[in-house]
């Protein structure tokens, strides 16, 4: 691993400039800046596809020091311990980085990764500042560069339809259960799909503009993915036609925005997102509070939601929307990700919850 300090920047839209030096791949990049408050988790981030066309601020101090583990794949042929099967971030942003690596499931150094993936990172960034920064202005347009090398363009992923770029182009099925639950691929996450094998159904994950009229369901499930969810209404139009089936349905992340639109909900833009794996949301009907993991840029707007839906959970910060439910049938959804592979497992029994209604639904 070469750790030459060599120098890059860190370049905001507004002016604002953090410096650091290289590590991954020498390369300069551009893309959304946010920040991720989790402690542990970065391959799981790294590769989480709601981060495409985005730079990742990692607040916690100690990264690389447990390297990156194997790219292998389970029974299933999903990778083991990747959410994706690729790097998913433009650009990593860390205060420190450790190029020497010890865990037991290791293969290789978190900069080795990112150089075969040809994704740059900065570390010796101040990123108490840089995140204190992003949460007063908000989230930022941001470049990586390299000294010595010429600048690279702005990107702004919110201005495309990045779900696109991150679905599957075919459907792909896994497993042989008693309930089938096709998933709308808007860049699922493997660990949603894993949750729903190992509580034995069958899983078949489509891509997010397939007609869903095509495939015979049990229960649908709209994933998580990235991107302004209005580029998303397509899959809200199609999903919005099933809101009188009793076959239930479940939306994560963007699936929960998604699912809110097709009921005629408006969503809008967070000034610095909900992203990390400490994020407290509160469900209304029982006050019960729970820890969840989180990283989306949106929310669903709480005075649109019409009166034949409710809002389940609310966040503990700033109060917004954590979840919905149709009143007189069983469609759900949630904006954290109860599949939560880095973080708390506090809300993984929603899998048991959704495939429970969906066996019900069946009988």
């Not at 840089?130 to 202005?137: A, D, H, Q, S, V």
């Amino acid at each position: 691993m070469n750790l030459a300090k060599r120098k890059a920047s860190l370049v905001l839209r507004d002016g604002a400039e953090f410096e650091g030096f290289v590590f991954g791949a020498d390369v300069p990049s551009a893309g959304e800046v946010v920040f991720n408050t989790g402690m542990v988790g970065y391959p799981e981030a790294i590769t989480d596809p709601s981060y495409y066309g985005q730079i990742l601020v990692l607040t916690y101090p100690l990264i690389g020091n447990y390297g990156v583990p194997s790219g292998d794949h389970d029974e299933h042929g999903i990778p083991r311990h990747f959410e994706s099967d690729r790097v998913q971030i433009r650009g990593l942003v860390t205060a420190n980085y450790h190029g020497e690596y010890y865990h037991w499931n290791a293969s290789r150094s978190l900069g080795d990764w990112l150089g075969a993936e040809r994704v740059p990172g900065i570390y010796g960034v101040d990123t108490r500042a840089l995140t204190r920064y992003l949460r007063e202005r908000g989230t930022e347009l941001g470049k990586i560069v390299i000294h010595g090398q010429p600048e690279p363009s702005w990107y702004d992923p919110t201005t495309e339809n990045v779900v696109d770029l991150v679905s599957r182009k075919e459907p792909v099925s896994y497993g042989s259960g008693d309930v089938h639950i096709v998933v709308v691929d808007c860049g699922v996450k493997n660990n949603i799909l894993r949750c729903l094998l190992k509580r034995g159904a069958k899983v078949t994950v489509v891509p997010w503009d397939a007609s869903l009229d095509d495939y015979n369901h049990d229960g649908l499930l709209i994933s998580n993915g990235p991107g302004d969810p209005e580029q998303s209404r397509g899959v809200a139009q199609r999903v919005e036609r099933f809101l009188d089936d009793r076959r239930p349905m479940f939306g994560i992340c963007l699936g929960c925005q998604v699912l809110a639109m097709a009921a005629g909900a408006r969503t809008y833009k967070l000034p610095f997102g909900h992203r990390g794996q400490n994020q407290p949301v509160r469900e209304i009907a029982t006050g019960r509070w729970a820890i969840t993991s989180q990283n989306h840029g949106y929310a669903v707007d709480a005075d649109t939601i019409g009166n034949d839906w409710e809002t389940w959970y609310v966040n503990g910060n700033d109060h917004t929307v954590e979840g919905l439910r149709l009143k007189a049938a069983p469609h759900r959804a949630v904006q954290f990700h109860p599949e939560a592979v880095c973080g708390p497992v506090d809300t993984g029994y929603l899998f048991d919850v959704f495939l429970e209604e969906v066996r019900r639904a069946k009988q």
